[in-house]
């Protein structure tokens, strides 16, 4: 079995040792037989935007419609170098309600994912963001999916960079088990943390659940889990939620059309 894990950047942000590791670690979550491929989109759009957006901590979803036309010119791609599915990294599920309407692999969103897996564990969870304009995204995405019922609240640590956070390690916990504690307080028995460079890359949910004493849900690896399940039983998203057009080519994504 092949799965694509498909980032939103369209470039690599750290080290060829930081790339490898990570590539390391999200095949760790793998069962024996899967092999894991970390790939990149080309042509993404939006970048400048994007720049603006960060330095104003002000990433609310702009970003990520503008990057979903090569997003799903790449899980296209994806189709048909033979992957048997697509997870897209990004814990806002970018481009993937739309993407399943162009390939019939699966495609996994691991927000979606993990808000199902937390359901199964507790009555309500929280989330724990990067920024507070995540936090509100986070929401209507979430209350998209008709699972709002489920979330006890989103608190931010309002910590946002790029590339490798291994320097931040202790910071990034510290804040991580501030917050833990208050979403905890308010109801949360279970937590889910938002910003796929921060966990499990930098911290690992094992760590926090060892002095949060709740469950702490590891995006990645539910979504590769979750992945291989649908391949295993050879099932995909429905054609009467996500109606498909085959024959869709890469290029056609964002081509004008011509008389």
């Not at 957006?53 to 899980?75: C, D, F, M, N, Y």
């Not at 659940?209 to 291989?228: C, H």
Request: proline content about 5%; charged content about 20%.
């Amino acid at each position: 079995m092949r799965i694509m894990i498909l980032n939103h950047q369209s470039k690599r942000e750290g080290s060829p040792e930081y790339e490898a590791r990570v590539a390391g670690l999200l095949q760790s979550y793998a069962s024996p037989g899967t092999s894991i491929e970390v790939h990149y989109p080309e042509d993404l759009g939006g970048t400048e935007v994007t720049s603006h957006l960060r330095k104003s901590q002000a990433l609310a979803g702009l970003h990520h419609a503008l990057e979903t036309p090569a997003l799903v010119k790449k899980i296209i791609e994806a189709e048909r170098l033979g992957f048997d599915a697509v997870v897209l990294s990004n814990t806002f599920d970018p481009a993937v309600e739309v993407a399943r309407c162009a390939v019939r692999i699966p495609v996994v969103g691991v927000l979606r994912a993990s808000c199902h897996f937390a359901a199964t564990l507790c009555d309500r969870f929280g989330l724990i963001a990067p920024l507070d304009s995540h936090a509100v995204y986070a929401r209507r995405i979430i209350e998209s999916y008709r699972m709002g019922r489920f979330i006890s609240g989103i608190k931010a640590i309002n910590t946002y960079e790029t590339g490798d956070l291994s320097a931040y390690h202790d910071l990034l916990i510290e804040r991580m088990l501030a917050v833990g504690k208050e979403l905890i307080a308010k109801g949360a028995h279970a937590l889910i943390p938002l910003g796929g460079r921060l966990v499990p890359y930098v911290v690992s949910p094992l760590e926090l659940e060892a002095d949060l004493k709740v469950p702490v849900i590891n995006t990645k690896l539910v979504g590769i889990r979750y992945a291989e399940t649908l391949v295993d039983g050879k099932t995909s998203h429905s054609v009467k939620s996500y109606p498909w057009s085959e024959g869709l080519a890469p290029e056609n994504i964002s081509r004008r059309a011509t008389e």
